[in-house]
């Protein structure tokens, strides 16, 4: 399926009707990578320039660990990050990566820690479907290629295989017939600084929605592809575009103050 052509093409003295049915019947054109990242483009943007778009800020409702939470993920378009997880409306746990590494703050908000996992957080600020897409990949310093095609569920993917400019790897799953990403895999601890045990994880995007005029997928499901096993799902609440952040937000308390 990656690469088909035809067996042979030798055809002498046919009508037109005859050749007209023979063109039809041969296989579509390969698509290369270039095509699928500008199909992916327009289906996400419709035509609208992206460039301008220098922070997100999604609220979420979450199940994680057999826990019901709520959590609020701020990004910028130069890497930092913060993502507070709330219990009850409450502020339980805090990660953030401030553009050189990552903290954690405990739900006292005492001391922050170094986060030792922070190139995860930093990947999440990369990756397709927040401020950048596809098409962003390779100006950012990623490497983006095209790995063929694999049927999921009945439906025949293009498959590309993103490399972070630190190595990190991962796949990305464009539906052929709306041009979306419906899913992401790569092989990663799911929560590291709790379990450090790498697994293959997948990510399903769906209910895309139009936010200002760009696609927005509004709901996923994390699942452990090797047992099968769901590890979290995600619902967004509200998605806002280029709200205002006080810089302070990125930084660990101590810094900020």
């Known amino acids: ?3 088909r052509r035809s067996d042979g093409l030798c055809i002498v003295f046919l009508g037109l009707a005859g050749l ?3 063109a039809g019947a041969l296989p579509a ?6 095509q699928i990242v500008a199909n992916n483009q327009r289906a996400v943007t419709h035509g609208q320039d992206t460039s301008g778009i ?3 800020e999604l609220s979420l409702a979450m199940q994680d660990g057999g826990q019901d939470l709520d959590a609020d993920y701020k990004v910028t378009r130069d890497g930092r990050m913060r993502i507070d997880i709330l219990k009850g409306g409450k502020r339980v746990y805090t990660e953030a990566y401030d553009g050189h590494q990552g903290w954690d ?3 006292d908000g005492s001391t922050p820690v170094v986060d030792p996992h922070s190139a995860a957080l930093w990947h999440g600020t990369q990756f397709p479907g927040n401020i950048f897409n596809l098409k962003d990949m390779r100006s950012n310093g990623h490497t983006l290629e095209y790995a063929g095609r694999e049927r999921l569920d009945g439906i025949d993917y293009y498959v590309l295989k993103l490399k972070l400019s630190d190595g990190f790897e991962s796949y990305r799953y464009v539906n052929p017939d709306t041009w979306m990403i419906d899913r992401g895999r790569d092989f990663r601890a799911f929560h ?4 450090g045990h790498e697994t293959w994880v997948e990510t399903d995007w769906s209910d895309y929605r139009p936010v200002e005029g760009l696609q927005y997928a509004f709901a996923s499901v994390n699942k452990d592809i090797v047992s099968g096993k769901e590890l979290a799902h995600q619902q967004v609440k509200s998605l806002k575009i280029n709200p205002k952040f006080d810089p302070a937000v990125f930084l660990p308390p101590k810094a900020a103050q």
Do not use: I, Q, Y
């Open 29 to 34: 054109p390969p698509v290369d990578l270039d």
């Open 192 to 195: 590291p600084a709790l379990d």
């Open 1 to 3: 399926m990656r690469n």
């Open 105 to 107: 703050l405990g739900k």
């Open 20 to 22: 007209t049915a023979a």
């Open 54 to 56: 220098e922070t997100l």
